[in-house]
């Protein structure tokens, strides 16, 4: 079992930034895949952006641009760097954490653009 604990939403205003954070715990070795998603009110979950652990990375349209996942390996964490924020970004974000057959997701942080 792995655990994944977020940090870092809040309330911005359009044009501010945010850095999101997840911290992975347990067993942790064969997660290869640590990603981002994020849930409107009324809307499904969706793919934000992944990094995987050679490096690559993937954003979603929306954020391409503006957002940046990063991972450091030695605390066991990753990062969503978010600027430019926008009203539409508003959403509880989740982490996520996947490989092989695990597959495992954080409790979900706030995040509140005002315009």
């Known amino acids: 079992q792995a655990q994944l604990v977020e940090s870092g939403g809040g309330l911005v205003q359009a044009?501010?930034?945010l850095r999101l954070s997840c911290t992975a715990s347990g067993s942790?070795?064969?997660?290869?895949?640590m990603g981002w998603y994020r849930q409107a009110p009324g809307k499904q979950r969706e793919l934000v952006a992944?990094?995987?652990s050679t490096g690559v990375t993937n954003y979603a349209d929306s954020v391409k641009g503006r957002f940046t996942i990063s991972r450091d390996n030695a605390k066991n964490t990753?990062?969503?760097q978010m600027?430019?924020?926008?009203?539409?970004?508003?959403?509880v974000y989740f982490c996520n954490a996947a490989g092989g057959r695990n597959n495992y997701w954080g409790q979900g942080t706030q995040v509140?653009?005002?315009s």
């Open 50 to 52: 992944f990094i995987t």
């Open 28 to 33: 942790i070795f064969s997660l290869n895949v």
């Open 78 to 80: 990753y990062y969503l």
């Open 15 to 17: 044009g501010g930034s």
């Open 83 to 91: 600027n430019s924020l926008k009203p539409d970004d508003t959403a």
């Open 112 to 114: 509140t653009v005002s």
